[in-house]
Nanobody
Framework: VQLQASGGGLVQPGGSLRLSCDAS????????IGWFRQAPGKEREGVSS????????YYKDSVKGRFTISRDNAKNTVYLQMNYLEPEDTAVYYC???????????WGQGTLVTVSS
């Protein structure tokens, strides 16, 4: 099983990025998905999650209204659309999957998001 996160990069404040989490070895539509981030010198934190049925979503308070999690079952990919990015969003972003939210068995490598002018 592999999860591959991609889509990070350098963006100016107020800009947008879309992160992708591509899976191989599992069918993501049967799994819950979480996006996490870890900023330099800080602990990893949960940013967003999507239940296996896609009926429930979670967003960290600071990203509500700016980030959107979604999945494309046909592509076996989960996305994190990030709009109105702020310097405080700078971090390495990771995706994870598991049978239910907060029980993640599989983790992808991180993708770096840098928000700076």
């Amino acid at each position: 099983v592999q999860l591959q996160a991609s889509g990070g990069g350098l963006v100016q404040p107020g800009g947008s990025l879309r992160l992708s989490c591509d899976a191989s070895g599992i069918t993501l539509d049967y799994y819950a998905i979480g996006w996490f981030r870890q900023a330099p010198g800080k602990e990893r934190e949960g940013v967003s999650s999507l239940s296996s049925s896609s009926s429930k979503t979670y967003y960290k308070d600071s990203v509500k209204g700016r980030f959107t999690i979604s999945r494309d079952n046909a592509k076996n990919t989960v996305y994190l659309q990030m709009n109105y990015l702020e310097p405080e969003d700078t971090a390495v972003y990771y995706c994870a999957s598991g049978p239910v939210v907060a029980q993640y068995n599989y983790w992808g490598q991180g993708t770096l998001v840098t928000v700076s002018s």
